[in-house]
């Protein structure tokens, strides 16, 4: 779908836009920049590791610590590591086990069909600008297309297959520009949908698994009148920072893939009481 919106743009519509060589150049390149980052995080979700857990040592060797400020304080015995039972690897917090891939996902999201992955800390960040550059593409395809999308709706058609008021070129391309101006409008809302509940999680720090938990046991704490605070939410701004790394919202820097990521290893997450650590 995403190189059918790319021929038609380029090969159907930007051709024969009402608007003088530099500005098709201008357009051409703007489309160049926005599909470019599509694709590469697109291919970067789709073939980076989500996020592989290490293998369980033998427990006695294991050096299991919580640090909660400057203060380091080593786990007792009696608090073994986690061991998953399907794939024996060292199961940390907010790690899961995806029955699709055979494997446990560091901070797993889900696993997401259109890019033949799961989601998790090894690829959030490229799955979510991947979503978000999804959205920018499909509104730069409505713009681009709009005015010769509503000008080929306009025109009148005969039987015969004769033409008034259009040339052969709109006569022959009126099918392919109609479809994919509504496979952008469709993505759009879609990727808007989904892009807006993202949003949502990365800003309240959960994953998509972890939504559900988190509204189930905000529930059975109100019944009992007890206020419950999802322990790994630090603030929109940290929550931001640790997906896409130390850079500020309005900068738009974070929006480019090959800007500096978060330095974390998806086995240990800070939280509003200290640090939990695998």
């Known amino acids: 779908l995403i ?23 201008a357009v051409g390149v703007v489309g160049i920049f926005a599909f470019g980052n599509l694709l590469f995080n697109y291919f970067l979700t789709s073939f980076s590791d989500a996020g592989l857990p290490p293998e369980l040592v033998s427990p006695d060797s294991v050096d299991i610590e919580m640090t909660s400020g400057d203060e380091v304080e080593s786990l007792q015995p009696s608090s073994p590591p986690k061991q998953c039972t399907k794939c024996s690897r060292l199961k940390p917090p907010r790690c899961h086990h995806c029955s699709l891939c055979g494997r446990c996902v560091l901070k797993m999201d889900h696993h997401c069909p259109w890019v033949n992955n799961c989601v998790g800390a090894g ?19 409505i713009a681009t297309m ?17 033409v008034e ?8 391309s009126r099918k392919q520009l109609s479809f ?9 809302l879609s990727s808007l949908c989904l892009g807006g509940m993202h949003t949502y999680l990365l800003l309240t720090n959960q994953t998509t698994i972890e939504m559900g938990i988190n509204w189930s046991r905000s529930r059975e704490a109100s019944r009992s009148g007890v206020l419950w605070r999802n322990p790994y939410d630090l603030g929109r701004r940290r929550n931001f920072q640790q997906v896409f790394g130390e850079h500020r919202f309005w900068c738009c820097v974070w929006m480019l893939s090959c800007s500096r990521g978060p330095d974390f290893d998806g086995l240990s997450f800070p939280t509003v009481t200290g640090a939990v650590h695998s």
């Open 165 to 172: 008021g259009v040339d052969l070129w709109a006569w022959h």
């Open 123 to 141: 690829n959030y960040r490229y799955f979510c600008l991947f979503l978000l550059w999804l959205f920018l593409c499909c509104l730069f395809a």
């Open 180 to 188: 994919a101006f509504m496979i952008a409008v469709s993505i759009s």
């Open 3 to 25: 190189l059918f919106e790319i021929v038609t743009i380029y090969g159907v519509v930007l051709p024969n836009l009402d608007l003088p060589a530099a500005g098709k150049v």
């Open 146 to 162: 709009a005015r010769v999308f509503l000008h080929l709706q306009s025109a009148r058609w005969y039987r015969n297959g004769d």
